[in-house]
C-alpha cells in the first residue's frame, strides 16, 4: 500500500528552523524530497505546521506537495504497473516540469504548452523509459535477494511459495487434508509456471492454470477446488502486498455435474457391522474395527469425517449437537437426533471417538470393505475434465468401466449414505439440512444417488429402516 508521510529532518545543528521532508513509500521502496519549507522542531506535530505565524500558508504548501505526489501516483496506476518509488518519482518531476512550463510562460500560452509537452512527447520513448526503470529494479531485486539468501532472510515472492506456506502464514489449525491440498496445488503451480509471482497474478493467469489442469487430467470438480484455495490466498495477501484486483474477474464456467456419488445401502451397512476382527491373532490391526465402527457413524448420522471425533459435550438431549469446521465461518450448527446405530458405536466408545488420519483411514476402508461380498458389485463412475467425460478405466469401444463399490469408496462416501437413506424415507429437504448443514437444496441434491431409485423400481433394494428414521426423523 502506498503511503506519503512529512517529517522533519536535522541537517544543520547551527541553526534553529530544519526543513520538513516527504517520504512516498511502496512495496519496499521509496524516495525522499524537499518541500521548501523549514520550521523549528517544535512547530511540526503530527504531519502539520502549529504554532508558527504561517501555519495556514505552509500546511496550503505540505499539502499542495502531497496532492502532487498523489497526481503522480494516480498517473503511473493507470498505466496499469505497480506504482514503485522510481515510476512515482519520475512522473512527479514530469509533473513539475508542466507546472514549471506554466509559470515561465503564464495564462493560456503556458497552458497550451503543457498540452504541447504532453502530446508531442515520444510515446516510445517514454516507454522505454520504463522499461528501464523496471529492468533496473529487476537487478536490485536480484542483489537484494542473493544477500538475504545469504543472511537467511530471504523470503519467496512465488505464488506457488505462497500457496504452500498459506496453512502457516493463516496462522489457524487445518486439516492434514486441507494442508495436503495446499501442497497439491503449490506442486502443480510449480509445474505450470515455476516462474509465477504472486504480484503477476490476473484472471487470464487463472484460466491459463484452469487449461493447464484440464491437459493433466484433472476433473471440473478439483479444478474448482483448487483455484478457489488459490483465490483464497490472493484474497489474504491482497492488501499486505497491494495486489491488483484482476484475479477477481476470472469465474469458473466450467460443467460440473458428475456421476460420481458412491452410496451404500443399508444392507451394506448391516454387512459392515457383522464383519468380526480376529486383532488377538495378530491377523487383523486394531484400527481395523475402528475404522468400520467410525464408518458406520459417518453412514448413521451424516457428519463428514473432520468432525466425527466426537466428545460427551457433542450429544444434548438426544442429539449429535455442534457446529461442522466447514461451516464455522458461517456459524452453522447441525441438530442431528441418535439413531440404534449412532447411539450403539458412541456408547461402545463411551462417547469419545478416536481420531485417524483420512489417508490412513481410507486404506484401512478399502481393506475392511472387499470383506463384504456386496461391495464387490460394480458402478460405473465418470468425471468431467473441461468437456470431456473422464473414468478410471475404459473399454475397448470407449465406454467407461465399471469398478467394484469396494474401490470406489472415500470417508465421503458415510455422508453420502446417510442422505441419500434420508431421501429413500421421504425425509423432508429443510430436515435433512437441519442434520446436513447445506444452506440451499441444490447443494443438497447434488449428493442424490439417481440410480437407487432405479434399483428401488426393480425391486432391488432391501428395506430395513435401521436408523429408525421415520419415528426419529421426520417428525423433527
Known amino acids: 500500500m502506498a503511503s506519503i508521510a512529512f517529517r522533519i529532518d536535522t541537517v544543520n545543528k547551527r541553526k534553529a528552523e530544519q526543513p520538513v521532508m516527504v517520504r512516498y513509500s511502496h512495496n519496499k521502496t521509496s524516495f525522499v524530497l524537499s518541500t521548501e519549507v523549514s520550521v523549528l522542531p517544535s512547530q511540526f506535530k503530527n504531519g502539520k505546521i502549529v504554532n508558527h505565524d504561517n501555519a495556514t500558508g505552509l500546511n496550503r504548501k505540505l499539502s499542495l506537495v502531497n496532492d502532487r505526489i498523489e497526481y503522480a501516483l494516480d498517473n503511473v496506476t493507470k498505466q496499469k504497473v505497480e506504482p514503485l518509488a522510481p515510476l512515482v518519482k519520475e512522473e512527479y518531476k514530469r509533473l513539475l516540469n508542466s507546472i514549471a512550463a506554466i509559470e515561465s510562460v503564464g495564462g493560456k500560452e503556458g497552458i497550451d504548452k503543457v498540452y504541447d509537452i504532453i502530446e508531442l512527447s515520444d510515446i516510445e520513448e517514454l516507454e522505454n523509459n520504463i522499461l528501464e526503470h523496471r529492468s533496473a529494479i529487476t537487478i536490485l531485486e536480484s542483489q537484494i535477494e542473493v544477500i538475504k539468501r545469504k543472511r537467511n532472510e530471504w523470503v519467496s515472492d512465488l505464488l ?12 489457524k489449525t487445518l486439516s492434514v487434508s486441507t ?43 478439483t479444478i474448482e477446488k483448487y483455484i478457489g484455495k488459490i483465490k483464497e490466498v490472493l484474497n489474504y495477501q491482497k492488501d499486505r502486498l497491494t495486489l491488483t484486483n484482476y484475479y477477481k474477474d476470472y469465474s469458473f464456467e466450467l460443467e460440473s455435474k458428475e456421476d460420481n456419488i458412491i452410496a451404500l445401502e443399508e444392507s451394506d451397512i448391516k454387512s459392515l457391522l457383522e464383519l468380526k476382527f480376529n486383532v488377538g491373532r495378530n491377523l487383523d490391526k486394531p484400527s481395523y474395527e475402528k475404522t468400520r465402527d467410525m464408518f458406520v ?9 473432520v468432525d466425527i471425533a466426537l466428545t460427551p459435550d457433542k450429544i444434548k438431549n438426544n442429539q449429535i449437537v455442534l457446529t461442522p469446521i466447514k461451516t464455522r465461518k458461517k456459524n452453522i450448527k447441525v441438530f442431528i437426533p441418535l439413531n440404534p446405530i449412532s447411539k450403539a ?24 470393505a472387499q470383506r463384504v461380498p456386496a461391495l464387490h458389485r ?14 478410471k478405466e475404459f473399454d475397448k469401444d470407449g465406454n467407461p468401466v465399471a469398478q467394484p463399490i469396494y474401490k470406489l469408496m ?3 462416501s458415510g455422508r453420502r449414505t446417510f442422505i441419500n437413506i434420508c431421501i429413500d424415507y421421504n425425509v423432508k429437504p429443510i430436515t ?8 440451499d437444496i441444490a447443494q443438497l441434491n447434488t449428493y442424490a ?28
Open 345 to 368: 458405536i458412541l456408547k461402545k466408545y463411551d462417547y469419545n471417538i478416536p481420531k485417524m488420519q483420512d489417508n490412513y483411514f481410507t486404506e484401512n476402508l478399502a481393506i475392511i
Open 160 to 171: 506457488s511459495e505462497y500457496v504452500k506456506e498459506h496453512p502457516l502464514r493463516k496462522g
Open 432 to 439: 435433512i439440512m437441519g442434520m446436513s448443514g447445506h444452506t
Open 297 to 305: 457413524l459417518m453412514c448413521s448420522t451424516g457428519l463428514r469425517f
Open 449 to 476: 444417488d439417481t440410480r437407487r431409485e432405479l434399483r428401488q423400481r426393480e425391486g432391488k433394494r432391501e428395506v430395513l429402516n435401521l436408523l429408525d428414521l421415520p419415528a426419529s426423523i421426520e417428525g423433527v
Open 410 to 412: 472415500k470417508s465421503h
Open 378 to 391: 460394480k458402478e460405473v463412475v465418470t468425471n468431467i475434465s473441461g468437456s470431456t467425460i473422464t473414468a
Open 179 to 221: 494442508i495436503r491440498i495446499f501442497k497439491s496445488i503449490s506442486n502443480l503451480l510449480i509445474k505450470f509456471n515455476p516462474e509465477l509471482k504472486i504480484t503477476e497474478v490476473t484472471d487470464k493467469t487463472l484460466y491459463q492454470f484452469q487449461d493447464f489442469m484440464i491437459s493433466e487430467g484433472k476433473v471440473n470438480g
